[in-house]
């Protein structure tokens, strides 16, 4: 009979045991898939401002031969490759020695006018919860005009 009893405390002691896990798992479980997604997320955005940098250097660089909206902008988008270019914008302006802007805007880059390419790309979140929707970056190049 003692024998019976001790085997009946085991094989309950078990069954909380096991109700226990399931209660921890199900509260670890979130956070180890917020941080496992965090993470995920801030690669891939990191990414997306390397390719934007490499995007803006790109499009200064094509620039600087070719002086004109159409072509800088083409070279960007050609670059920054996967990015969702709805999400991706690009300015183009031209800066004299001095530092004022030049007269008629790219019409007046010349050989020593500086062209400045900047793009700004709207990072979308897998995981909004932790630190909103979308995270603005930017990145600006500039390129003496041969």
Known sequence: MAREIELHQVREGRRH???????EFA????????????????????NAAI?????????ARAGVTDPS??????????TA?????????????????S?????????GAETGTTLVVRVNYSYPMITPIAFGTRIPLTSTAQMRVE
């Open 17 to 23: 045991k096991r109700g226990q896990a399931l209660v």
């Open 99 to 107: 530092g004022a802007a030049c007269s008629g805007g790219l019409s």
């Open 81 to 97: 490759g996967n990015l969702n270019d709805s999400n991706l914008t690009v300015t183009v302006s031209c800066k004299m020695p």
């Open 69 to 78: 909206a159409s072509t800088v902008t083409a070279r960007v988008r050609d």
């Open 27 to 46: 509260l670890v479980v979130p956070i180890f898939l917020l941080i496992a997604f965090g993470t995920i997320d801030f690669g891939l955005a990191f």
């Open 51 to 59: 390719t934007i940098s490499n995007a803006a250097r790109e499009g």
